[in-house]
């Protein structure tokens, strides 16, 4: 195989991977009604005078399967951080103790979690999305190069078939753990 032709491949196992990473990511901010840190990744904090991630400004920790305690380094910005996530809209109705905020992270009922399922499905069938459009560009860059032969065309495009369907099965799976991860009680 020539240059040209693996780097076309590389292009679209790379644009691929991130579809997957892209993926894993808007996945993690679909609470399954566990506590987990992770839920907070979305929240920023005004830090003196500067918009800063909220794990760069407190220990974040789940002391059980149902509460987040925050601990800021500062207890001055205790209002902020319990600010923060208000405005962040994850739906989590923040305590603040005066030294700690505490979160306690509410049971899903079977209709939310049904409307979580869809939400990650959705996430799901746009990774999917970038994946063919993917496929779409390598074999574009295929078919328009003059140095190939046509069974080295028709070869390749096939090659990159299979590496669509190999990313397409890795979506299906992480969707199905997902899935399992926000129906389970």
Known sequence: MNEELNLIFDLAKE?????????????MNIRAGKANPNMLSSVTVEYYGTSTPLS?????NTPDGRTIIIQPWEKSILPEVEKGIELANLGFN????GETIIITVPTLTEERRAELARQAKS???????AVR???KDANNEIKKSSEFSEDLKKNSELDIQEITDSYISKIDKIFDLKEKEIMTL
């Open 123 to 129: 996430e799901t069938e746009e990774a999917k999305i």
């Open 94 to 97: 923040p305590m603040n103790n």
């Open 133 to 135: 459009n993917a496929r």
């Open 56 to 60: 760069q400004v407190a220990n974040i």
């Open 15 to 27: 644009s691929m991977s991130n579809a997957i990473a892209h993926l894993d990511k808007k996945l």
